[in-house]
Structure formats: C-alpha cells, structure tokens
C-alpha cells in the first residue's frame, strides 16, 4: 500500500520507486526498524543500526530520482499511516492485558521511530543537494574566471590595436593600418564567438531544469537537423547509422554535445577531400550494472596534430587558430561539451586511430530502468 500511495503522488513508474531488488529490501529492513524500536524504546534508534544507513541510501535515491523534499516528507507520513491503520487494525486482538496508556504510548513510538527515519533520509536528501549545488557553483566560479580573464584579453589586444591606429607612423603605412585592423576585427570576431557559446549555455542550463528525456536516435536526427544547413553550404556529407539503441538521453545535453561535435566535423572538413563528411554512430558498453551508451562523431577531415591532442578539450584552446580552414571559432565548445556531459554523470574525450580524421565521442550512463522502456 505504501508503494502504491507513492506511485499515486509523482511522476515515476512503480517499478522505479524501489528500482533494484538492493532497495526493494529498504522496506523490511525500514520496517524491522521500527519494530525493533516499538518493541524496546529503550533502545534508540542510533546512527550504527542498519536502518539507518538505508534510510541515507533512501534518501540518495529520491534525490538522483528528482524528488522534492516535500515528497519524502510526505512519503513517510504515508508509512505512518499505513503502519498505523495496521495497528489499529490488530490492537484487539491483542491478548495480553494492558492498560488504554500503554496502547497510546505504542502508538505514539511507531511514530516517532518513522519521525526519526524520516529525519535521516531528509537530511541526507539535503546534505547530497547542498554539495551538489556547492560544486557547481565552484565550477561556476572557475568558469567565469576563465571567460572575463578570455574576454579581458581579447578586449585589450583590440584597445591597443585601436590606439595604435592614430599612431603617426600608421596613419601613413597602409600596411602596418591593414594589420591592426585585422587583430581588432580577428578578437571583436572571437568574442563575438564566446558570447554565442555562453549564449547556447545559458539555454541548456534553463532545458536541463525542467530535463526532458528522449529517446536516443531523435535526439541524434534533431542535432543533425540543426546542422544539415552548414553541411550542404560547406558541402559535407553527414550520415546516421541504423542501429541505434533506444535508450532514453537527456535532449538538452545529448543535442548540445551533438551540435558541437557535428559542427566541428563540419569546420574543420579537409578542403582537399572530394568526398568529405561526417559519420554518426551509437552502441551500449560496459557491463549490465554500469552499462552506458557511448555516442561517436566521426569525420574524415583535417584531424588533430598529436602534440594538440591532449588539450582539446581546455578552455579556449584552438589548435589551428583559425589560420588552415579559416574556421572561426572560441576554442570554448569541446570545454563545454565536457562540463554538460559531467554534470549528468557521463565522459566526453576524443580517439584518432587511424590517420584519418578525428573520432569525438561521449559516454553516458545508461539506467536499466529506462531501458526497459525500449521495445
Ligand atoms: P572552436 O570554437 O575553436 O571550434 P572547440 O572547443 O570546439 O573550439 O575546439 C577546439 C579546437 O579543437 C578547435 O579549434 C580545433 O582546432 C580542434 N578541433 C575540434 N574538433 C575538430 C575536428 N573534428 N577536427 C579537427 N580539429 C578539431
């Protein structure tokens, strides 16, 4: 009855309120708790019982699950209920004699022992939410450094580039005028840049609030959608593979992630290539506890000198800088590609094994409860 009551009030599927046998075992082991305290409130319930450790357990789950800290509360006034209608359901049949106080005071430790599991699960509940907030703020921080100390630069190359424009010795060099304006136009255009990557950030940020899941081959055909404009002006050819799992993805992150991936195979296409494209590809991996789908761009364009490899994924870090396939960019998309996939638990990196192009690929952890959503 509890877990139906649950099921009745949020959004998630029976199945996923307890979803491993592990936490199936929660509600004996919950309700042993409370039994053991009602039998013998002399023994309070401390930190060391093993109810304890799966009320914080409860309390992880709820959070990854997308609980409010209502709902817990609520869940467990639930199990007060149930457990009380029980109660009262085999208080006559009690054969022992006792006095209507001792009835009353068995009543009032079944509820304090759920108030004191409830208390344990919330704040666990709390204390995981309050860290996950504190460390995304501190990526924050760290990001905003880099981008005002990007932008600072930027904007002081092209203020002393604009200084020197009324230079005397300038003025007269057609030369030396052509080269100033050129630094100023190049950092005005990467700033330009670093704004629209914070810009498309912003928006994440404001889809992932209310994350939308979809099923994993619509989230590749709308990042290819996005993208199929810039492919045929640039006249590169982008292909979907077949067989592809249908596990559920956050669409906001996968299509962020696929975006900037598609496009760079897109920018940095070889100019001397007849045929030039763009190839997608998915498969699960890993074992069944901790399977994920890993999600592959691969092209066959200019690829990456060895000695860059390593760096990137850095923030603002462009190998070509512009100058082979005059591709503009901010050297800030694979960065935060990283920092989205990450913060959902996953792993973005790039391979080159063969000479050829490059491979960028990401892993995301794939839960078996959402896969058996799929046919
Ligand atoms: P940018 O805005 O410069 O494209 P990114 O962070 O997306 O920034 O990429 C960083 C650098 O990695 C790029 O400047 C480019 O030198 C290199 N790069 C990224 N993707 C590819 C690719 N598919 N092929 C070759 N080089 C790439």
Not at 48 to 64: F, N, Q, S, W, Y
Not at 108 to 134: G, K, P, S, W
Not at 166 to 181: G, K, P, Y
Not at 356 to 371: C, E, N, Q, W
């Amino acid at each position: 009855r509890w877990l139906e009551r649950i099921v009745a009030r949020v959004a998630v599927d029976a199945q996923e309120v307890f979803p491993t046998d592990d936490l199936l075992d929660h509600i004996p082991l919950l309700l042993d708790g409370i039994a053991d305290y009602m039998e013998d409130p002399a023994d309070e319930i401390t930190a060391d019982v093993p109810v304890i450790a799966k009320a914080m357990e409860l309390g992880e789950l709820r959070l990854a699950q997308g609980f409010d800290a209502h709902e817990i509360l609520k869940e467990y006034e639930i199990l007060g209920g149930v457990l009380f209608s029980y109660l009262v359901g085999i208080v006559d049949s009690v054969e022992e004699e006792c006095t209507r106080g001792e009835l009353l005071a068995c009543g009032q430790r079944l509820f304090r022992a759920v108030a004191i599991i409830q208390q344990v699960t919330a704040n666990r509940y709390l204390r995981v939410a309050d860290e996950h907030v504190r460390e995304r703020e501190d990526r924050l921080r760290g990001f905003n450094r880099t981008v005002s100390h990007e932008l600072k630069n930027r904007l002081g190359a092209a203020l002393g580039a604009s200084a020197m424009l009324s230079e005397s010795w300038v003025v007269e060099d057609a030369e030396q005028r052509a080269r100033f304006l050129r630094t100023i136009a190049d950092n005005l255009e990467t700033m330009k840049q670093v704004l629209e990557d914070l810009l498309a950030l912003s928006r994440m940020d404001r889809n992932a609030r209310q994350q939308r899941n979809v099923m994993l081959p619509e989230a590749m055909a709308e990042a290819v959608r996005q993208l199929r404009e810039m492919a045929e002006d640039q006249d590169v050819r982008i292909s979907l593979a077949e067989d592809l799992p249908r596990v559920e993805v956050d669409a906001a992150a996968v299509e962020l992630c696929l975006v900037n991936y598609i496009s760079n195979g897109i920018k940095y296409a070889d100019p001397d290539k007849p045929d030039r494209w763009v190839h997608l590809a998915a498969s699960r991996e890993g074992l069944e506890d901790e399977e994920e789908v890993v999600i592959e761009v691969r092209d066959n364009g200019i690829g990456v000198p060895p000695d860059a490899r390593d760096r990137l994924f850095d923030r603002f870090y462009r190998v070509t800088g512009g100058t082979v396939t005059g591709a503009e960019g901010s050297g800030l998309g694979l960065s935060i590609v990283r920092e989205t996939v990450e913060s959902i638990g996953g792993r973005a990196w790039a391979e080159f094994d063969d000479d050829v192009g490059s491979t960028f690929k990401i892993a995301l952890p794939s839960r078996r409860a959402a896969d058996a959503l799929s046919p």
